[in-house]
């Protein structure tokens, strides 16, 4: 039962995936003034399923002078790496209690920056390399904070388990006192899951493609579909430490879907940051707060204390 449940999570997460892409052409399509995908199927619900099989029916190539065996492994372990951190999904029943989630999610994700690397390695490109090379110091420098803004919570929470922030968000959620640490959050997702404007190690402007220009048809479209689908496991964990995280109720993939919409709307809103501006709001903004919240958090959990024993 426990791999036939993996089996269908892993399948509903590609279709996700697929629609994703789709409601973002169609909310990009409404921001420009103009209709998104609308020729294939119904309103262009089969666009996703037409755009797929072009990518993995086009003519494969690969450059002369890339390492061709990593070159063409790179994807699928981008892949991989996209869909095992969805084990962290939270489950009452047929699957692996994860008292150490927190753990395993910043394991997992900090795997993600090694896909990059290699992709613009093995491809011999300048431009790929400078890709590759801006994405492994964006990574490193968000990864940080990322993790201190976890920890704090996790403090609050006293455990590592993802489960405990639902029952600990029962009667007040945890984003009504930490709007602040709410949007450096989601900064640093949009850094983490290479999402404009931090989309540094893929700029089209200077570089191209980034790290992925020498990636085309099915190589692409795993690289693509990894991307995306860490987007939507981002957007889930934003969920589920602030707004509730309740996954039992209808309303929680409602909101899961709201933060998928703000991904898109940043990207429609705002152009690429500079590189410089990246590191300084990194080490000097969102470092600093992150610590200041890990002591708030340790104060709040001490006046407890205090309270519950006295």
């Not at 968000?142 to 803004?149: F, K, P």
């Not at 692409?220 to 939507?232: G, R, T």
């Amino acid at each position: 039962m426990y791999y036939i449940t993996c089996f269908i999570l892993f399948i509903m997460i590609l279709i996700s995936v697929g629609f994703f892409t789709l409601l973002e052409r169609k909310i990009m399509g409404f921001m420009h003034i103009r209709k998104g995908p609308n020729k294939v199927g119904v309103l262009g619900l089969l666009q996703p399923f037409s755009d797929g099989m072009k990518l993995f029916m086009s003519e494969q190539y690969y450059p002369k002078n890339s390492n061709f065996f990593i070159y063409y492994i790179c994807p699928v372990l981008s892949l991989i790496q996209s869909l095992f951190i969805w084990l962290l999904f939270p489950y009452y029943v047929n699957v692996i209690d994860f008292n150490y989630g927190f753990l395993f999610f910043l394991c997992i994700s900090s795997l993600g920056v090694y896909s990059l690397i290699i992709c613009g390695w093995s491809s011999n490109s300048i431009y790929s390399m400078l890709g590759c090379m801006r994405s492994v110091s964006q990574a490193i420098s968000y990864e940080v904070s990322l993790s201190m803004i976890l920890l704090s919570f996790f403090l609050l929470c006293d455990g590592y388990n993802l489960i405990n922030f639902s029952f600990l968000q029962s009667m007040n959620w945890f984003i009504f006192f930490s709007l602040p640490i709410f949007f450096c959050w989601f900064s640093c997702s949009l850094a983490e899951t290479n999402r404009s404007p931090f989309d540094f190690s893929e700029g089209e402007s200077e570089l191209v493609s980034g790290f992925n220009v020498e990636y085309g048809s099915g190589g692409f479209a795993l690289l693509f579909i990894s991307e995306y689908s860490s987007i939507i496991f981002m957007s889930l964990i934003s969920c589920l430490i602030f707004l509730g995280g309740n996954f039992l109720s209808f309303f929680f993939f409602l909101s899961i879907i709201s933060i998928c919409f703000l991904f898109v709307w940043v990207r429609c809103s705002l152009p690429r940051y500079r590189y410089d501006k990246l590191m300084y709001l990194a080490w000097k903004c969102y470092l600093p707060i992150s610590l200041n919240y890990i002591l708030f958090f340790i104060f709040l959990k001490l006046l407890f204390l205090y309270h519950f024993f006295l």
